[in-house]
C-alpha cells in the first residue's frame, strides 16, 4: 500500500483511537495556569482505568510511600500534576493502541518505559523539564504499531532489516517510506491536541535542531538510544556512537552520563503501571 506521509497513514487506520472524554476534559484541566487538584481528582475518578492506575503509581515501589494513598486527591497531590499528566496521557494512548498480530507488545512496551526513564534521568541532569520528557518518551514510538496495522508487509520487511528500537530505524524508514514511526505519532498527538511543545519535541527527537524544544526532543533521542542499546546488549557500548557523543555534548553532558546511570530496570521500577 502507497502511503504519502503520516497524516494519510492515520487516515488508513481502521478504528483510529480518539481521546476518551475523562482524558480529553483532563488535558484541558491541565492546561490552565493553576490546576484545581480537586477537579482533576474528580475527573480522573469518572474513568476506572485512570483511578486503578494513579492509585497504584501513589503506592508503587518508585515513590517510597510508607503509608497507603487511598484517596485520588491525595493521589494527585503526592504524584503532582506533572506525573498525573503524564498518566493520563501516556493510559490513554497505550490504552487506545491496538496491536497487530505477532507484534512483540512486551518487548514494545519495555523499550517505551526505558526510553522513558532514560530520558528523564538526563533531563534532571541538565534541569529540563523532566515530566515532559518522561511523557514524550513513553509515547514515541506508539506510531510503530499502527504503521504496521497499515502497512504489514513493508513493516516485516524493515523489521528484517533491523528492530524497532534499533537506532537506525527511523532513518532506514525515512529512506524507504518517506516517514518514520516517530512522525506517525507526532501527527497523532496533534489530532489529540497534545501541547505544541510536545509534538515539536517528538518530532525533534529525530535530528539535531535548535530551541528549547530542540532540547527535549534530543533527551528523549538519547533516552530512545539507551532502551534500544538495552535491547540489544542490556548496557550501552563503552565507545559511544559519534551521534550520540555529539547529542550528550549539545546539552552540556559527557559520557559518564550515560555509563554512570542506574540500570533501567531499576529506574522503572513501579512504574509498569502505566503501560499495564
Not at 484541558?28 to 474528580?42: G, I, L, N, Y
Not at 497504584?56 to 510508607?66: K, W
Not at 493521589?75 to 512483540?104: D, E, K
Request: hydrophobic residues 45%.
Amino acid at each position: 500500500m502507497a502511503i504519502a506521509d503520516a497524516q494519510s497513514l492515520l487516515d488508513h487506520v481502521n478504528n483510529l483511537p480518539t481521546v476518551p472524554k475523562a482524558i480529553r476534559d483532563l488535558m484541558v484541566e491541565f492546561d490552565k495556569p493553576e490546576t484545581d487538584v480537586d477537579r482533576v481528582a474528580r475527573l480522573v475518578g469518572a474513568d476506572p482505568v485512570l483511578s486503578a492506575k494513579l492509585l497504584r503509581l501513589a503506592n508503587s515501589a518508585f515513590y517510597h510511600r510508607p503509608a497507603t494513598v487511598t484517596r485520588l486527591q491525595d493521589a494527585v497531590v503526592f504524584v503532582g500534576s506533572h506525573a498525573t499528566r503524564n498518566l493520563v496521557m501516556s493510559v490513554g494512548l497505550s490504552g487506545a493502541i491496538r496491536f497487530p498480530p505477532q507484534f512483540p507488545a512486551q518487548a514494545f512496551w519495555r523499550y517505551s518505559l526505558h526510553s522513558a526513564v532514560a530520558a528523564r534521568h538526563l533531563a534532571r541532569a541538565t534541569r529540563a523539564d523532566a515530566e515532559t520528557v518522561f511523557a514524550v518518551g513513553l509515547m514515541r514510538a506508539l506510531g510503530e504499531p499502527l504503521a504496521a496495522s497499515v502497512m504489514q508487509e513493508e513493516m516485516t520487511a524493515l523489521d528484517r532489516l533491523c528492530p524497532f528500537y534499533d537506532e537506525g530505524r527511523t532513518g532506514t524508514e525515512r529512506s524507504r517510506l518517506g516517514f518514520t514511526y516517530v512522525d506517525v505519532t507526532a501527527a497523532l498527538a496533534e489530532r489529540w491536541n497534545f501541547p505544541p511543545p510536545m509534538v515539536t519535541a517528538l518530532r525533534e527527537s529525530q535530528g539535531a535542531p535548535e530551541g528549547r524544544e530542540a532540547k527535549l526532543g534530543q533527551l528523549v533521542a538519547l533516552g530512545a538510544w539507551v532502551a534500544g542499546e538495552f535491547e540489544w546488549r542490556r548496557s550501552p557500548p563503552s565507545q559511544l556512537p559519534m551521534v550520540v557523543a555529539a547529542r550528550l555534548r549539545s546539552l552540556g553532558l559527557e559520557d559518564a552520563a550515560l555509563h554512570d546511570m542506574p540500570s533501567l530496570p531499576h529506574m522503572a521500577a513501579g512504574l509498569e503501571a502505566l503501560v499495564h
